[in-house]
């Protein structure tokens, strides 16, 4: 996985290097990969795994990372560590999440069957708003967009610094 991620960022690279466009997508394609994130967020939020599991590739290379603003960094390797994870996280915590996402800024690229999606995230819990910074990495299987790679880093109001 992180060698996909690796040459994903290289090809990205290497277009702007040269001048030439970066990948893109028609905008049904770029929303339909967009659904797939927005899908497997509401998925989770309602405890719903089966469904939420559905997004991700069944795989050893599956990427899944998580850093909270309470200095917290889950992160597992792999299918099988990822639901274990994930069905420990809902078993602790197993009300649904009232809580209203937003995906600001989605920015989509498509490289053949490998799309990556970066964004910011805003989760309103009721007066309380946690941002994030959000990457996503999806492969195209049997027609359909799986999630392969997903990288949340919760960040405080206003300590996003950007680089243009």
């Given at each position: 996985?992180?060698?996909?991620i ?16 970066q ?16 899908d ?51 078993k ?9 996402y ?31 910074r ?31």
């Amino acid at each position: 996985m992180k060698k996909l991620i690796f040459l994903g960022c290289a090809a990205l690279l290497f277009n702007i290097a040269n001048g030439q466009n970066q990948p893109s997508a028609s905008k049904n394609e770029q929303t339909a990969i967009r659904q797939v994130i927005m899908d497997s967020k509401a998925a989770f939020d309602k405890r719903e795994l089966n469904t939420f599991y559905n997004y991700f590739i069944k795989s050893p290379a599956l990427y899944y990372q998580v850093y909270e603003t309470s200095g917290q960094l889950i992160l597992a390797h792999g299918w099988d560590a990822m639901t274990h994870m994930v069905s420990g996280y809902v078993k602790a915590h197993p009300e649904p999440s009232k809580a209203k996402y937003a995906q600001l800024d989605p920015r989509v690229q498509v490289n053949g069957s490998t799309a990556w999606v970066s964004a910011n995230g805003e989760m309103d819990m009721g007066g309380e708003k946690t941002n994030s910074r959000e990457f996503f990495v999806l492969e195209k299987q049997g027609g359909q967009w799986k999630i392969s790679a997903i990288i949340v880093q919760d960040y405080a109001k206003g300590k996003l610094i950007t680089v243009k």
